[in-house]
């Protein structure tokens, strides 16, 4: 009876997330590199942005709204959530380096938004010693966590590599995402 359980709920669990990832329906969003040094948060989010746009999603990088230091928390504001009403934003992306190994699993526990903003990240963009590097890109709407992915970019050895890299593959993971 237990095994008929796990099986059930293994079994919802993966429908859910599957239905999830495949009608996210893609339109806008508020991009949000969480990145802790600010030139490589400036240079993904304006890389991400441009590839956005050319798929035809509006978006609109974190750092137009955060003053300089300021911590990204402050993205979930009244003043804030109701400047992107305006601009009919309801999404939130958050992308982040999750690490420079190539057997990283999806996340399975997921935080609130807040708290997700307000947590901090170790990795940095690029580092000389590795060949790969993984981008993790949780999608947020109305403050509920929609969708997860992992971006894996394998023969990196500059920064520039790893830019010219997510050009290539994140286009199609957008695309899926418009759906």
């Known amino acids: 009876m237990r095994y008929y359980f796990v099986i059930c709920l293994f079994v919802l669990v993966n429908f859910f997330s599957f239905s999830q990832k495949n009608h996210i329906q893609l339109t806008n969003g508020l991009l949000v590199g969480q990145l802790d040094r600010p030139e490589e948060k400036f240079s993904l989010e304006i890389n991400l942005s441009e590839i956005f746009s050319s798929e035809k999603i509006h978006i609109i990088p974190s750092l137009n709204l955060l003053k300089q230091g300021e911590i990204p928390s402050v993205l979930v504001s009244d003043s804030i959530s109701n400047i992107l009403k305006t601009k009919n934003v309801d999404t939130y992306i958050l992308v982040s380096v999750r690490g420079f190994d190539k057997n990283f699993k999806l996340s399975s526990h997921f935080e609130p938004l807040a708290t997700e903003l307000a947590s901090s990240h170790l990795f940095p963009l690029f580092r000389d010693d590795i060949i790969s590097v993984t981008f ?10 929609t969708a997860n992915e992992l971006l894996k970019l394998k023969n990196v050895d500059s920064k520039d590599k790893v ?3 997510l050009r290539k593959k994140l286009p199609k993971m957008i695309r899926r995402w418009k759906v």
């Open 136 to 145: 993790e890109f949780t999608i947020y709407r109305n403050g509920q966590m």
């Open 163 to 165: 830019m010219k890299k």
